[in-house]
C-alpha cells in the first residue's frame, strides 16, 4: 500500500489528546484526500456595555459630514480616532458600520437580545425569555466545531456584581426560551476546553499536575504528527501547539499569582482589585485566542463589561461604567475622557487577538482573513441608547464573503431615503455565510408605518 499523506492521517493512533486535536485532523485528512478545503469561518462577538457614540468610532476628517446620505470610502485615505490607535497596523481588517437603526429593540441603558437577536427586549435586571436563536448561535450550526458556540466573559447582566461562574447576561440565545449562559471564571473555561488547571482549593497541585499531564500526552500527539507529515502540515501544527503551550503558560502564571496573593496582599477589599478587571479580560482574550486556533470553535460570544465595572487598572477608580456613562467625572477625567481610555483598552484586547490569528497560515492567507470580529454594545449608540443608529466596529478578512474589510459604512440616517437598519446587517450577515434567509429579526413599526421597505439583506456588501 502506498504511503500517502491520507494514509499516515488515518493510521495514526493517539492518546488523551484525540478529543482536542479531532478537528484538526478531520481538517487534515480533507486536504490529504485531496479535496479543495475551504477553511472555517470564524466570528467573534465583542458586547461593551453602555452604548457605542458614533462619534467615538469615526475619522476626524468625517465629523462634519452629514450623516443624511450613504457613503462608503476606504479607511486608509484616513487618520482613525485616537481611541481606535490599535487598530492602524490592521488598518486593512477594519471596517466601521454606521447609521443602522434598531428601533424595533428597546434602548435605555440594555437592549440585552436585541444586539444579536433584533427584537424588544428590555429590562435591566433581565429580559423576558428569548423570542429566536440570536444571528452568533445561528452562525455556530453553519461553522460547527467541538464547542459550536463559546460564550466567556466579565461579567453578566446589566448590573450584576457577579464575575464568577454561570452568568446570565441575556445576549445570546438558542432559541425561543433558550437563553445561552456565559461564563465568567477564565480557569473554568480553561477547564471545560483543556482539562483540569489549578483553582484555589486545597487540590490546586494536584489539578495543576493533571492539567501539565494532560497537555504533555498532547504535546507527544502533536510530536508523532510533526513526524509524520509533510511541512506544510507541520506548520499548522506548530501554531496549534503555541496556543495549547500559551494556555499552559497562562495557567501556571495565574496560579503563582494566586499563591502570592494569599501570602503577602493585606486584607482583601475593593482597593486590591484595581487590575482585576483587566487581567480577567486580557485572560478570556487569550482563551478564545488559543481555542480559535485549535480548532476547538469558530463561535465566541464575549461579554466584556457591564453597568458595575471598575477599571481601576485604566486609573479609573472613581466610578463604574454606569457613572461614567452618564459623563460623571473619575480621577480628573470627565466621563468622556474616560469612555475613550475604556474603548482604547478593549481595541488593544481585540488587536492583539487579531494580530495572533494574522500569525496563524491558513490556505493562501492567514486565519484572520477568515474571521470577523464584531464589536458591538447592546445599548446602541448611547450610554441611555435611542436606537437610531448601532455603531459596529468590525475587524477581520470575513472570509471574503462581505465587501468590508478597509472600509468605513455610513447608511443613510434614520427616517432618510434607503435607510437601513440592523434586521437588514443580520440579515446580509446570515445570507452571505451560508443561510439564506428571506430576513432575521423584526420589524421597525415607525419605518412600516411611513412605508419604508425594511426587509432583506443589503447587496452591496455582500461579495
Known sequence: MAYTRRNIVKGLTLGAGLPVLAPILAQLEREAAGATVEGPKRFVFVAVSSGIMPNE????????KSKDEYFNVALDQYELEPAMKPFEPLKDYLSVIQGLSGK????????NYGALGVWRAPGEGGAPPPKRATVDHML?????????HLTTGYAGKWGSRTFEGVVYPDISAAGPQKTIPFQASPDIVFEQLFGTVASKDRYSAKKLVCKKNLLDF??????????????????????????????QDQDVKIAALRESLEKNVPEFSDKYTSTEAERRQEAHFDLIAAALISGITNVVTMKIDNSATFYRGLGITEKSVHGIGHNESSNGKTGFECRDVIRRHHFELIAHLADKLKRVPEGEGNMLDN?????????????????????????GGCGKRLKLPGRYLQFPGYGQKDHKTIGNWWTSVLNAYGNPIKHYGDFDPALMKGGFDQEGPIPEIIA
Open 140 to 148: 455556530s450550526k453553519l461553522f460547527p466545531a467541538a464547542v459550536n
Open 371 to 395: 474571521t470577523m470580529i464584531v464589536y458591538i454594545s447592546p445599548a446602541g449608540d448611547r450610554h441611555h441608547g435611542k436606537l437610531d443608529s448601532w455603531p459596529m466596529v468590525i475587524l
Open 218 to 247: 498532547m504535546t507527544e500527539d502533536v510530536t508523532k504528527l510533526q513526524k509524520a507529515l509533510p511541512t506544510q502540515e507541520k506548520a499548522k501544527l506548530d501554531h496549534y501547539l503555541d496556543a495549547l503551550e500559551g494556555l
Open 57 to 64: 468610532v469615526e475619522p476626524p476628517a468625517f465629523k462634519d
Open 104 to 111: 424595533m429593540c428597546s434602548g435605555g441603558h440594555t437592549g
